[in-house]
Nanobody, 121 residues
Framework: VQLQASGGGRVQAGGSLRLFCITSGDTGAGYLMAWFRQAPTKEREFVAAINWNDGKVDYADSVKGRFTISGGSAKNTMYLQMNNLKPEDTGVYYC???????????????WGHGTQVTVSS
């Protein structure tokens, strides 16, 4: 499985961006996709996840109410709509996936290259 993230950019605080992640390869029966981010000098952190099997989603507290994770009609595309962006949202955003039937925040085996998001104050 290979993942490719895109859609990053530079916006002012309060602005919006939409990230995309495309999966290629055999995803199997159970499939979980997620977004993580890593700010300079900080560890990578969980942002949001979507379970393709039941549509359940999960968000980090820091992005609840501002970010929305969703999937495309085919089980190979994932989006992250980011609204009301804050400077602390700045970082490299990565999409990841895992063969599982559960909604998890860790243990992801497949990672894409990141896309940079910069939010200026």
């Amino acid at each position: 499985v290979q993942l490719q993230a895109s859609g990053g950019g530079r916006v002012q605080a309060g602005g919006s961006l939409r990230l995309f992640c495309i999966t290629s390869g055999d995803t199997g029966a159970g499939y979980l996709m997620a977004w993580f981010r890593q700010a300079p000098t900080k560890e990578r952190e969980f942002v949001a996840a979507i379970n393709w099997n039941d549509g359940k989603v999960d968000y980090a507290d820091s992005v609840k109410g501002r970010f929305t994770i969703s999937g495309g009609s085919a089980k190979n595309t994932m989006y992250l709509q980011m609204n009301n962006l804050k400077p602390e949202d700045t970082g490299v955003y990565y999409c990841a996936s895992k063969a599982t039937f559960f909604l998890l925040r860790s243990g992801f085996a497949n990672w894409g290259h990141g896309t940079q998001v910069t939010v200026s104050s």
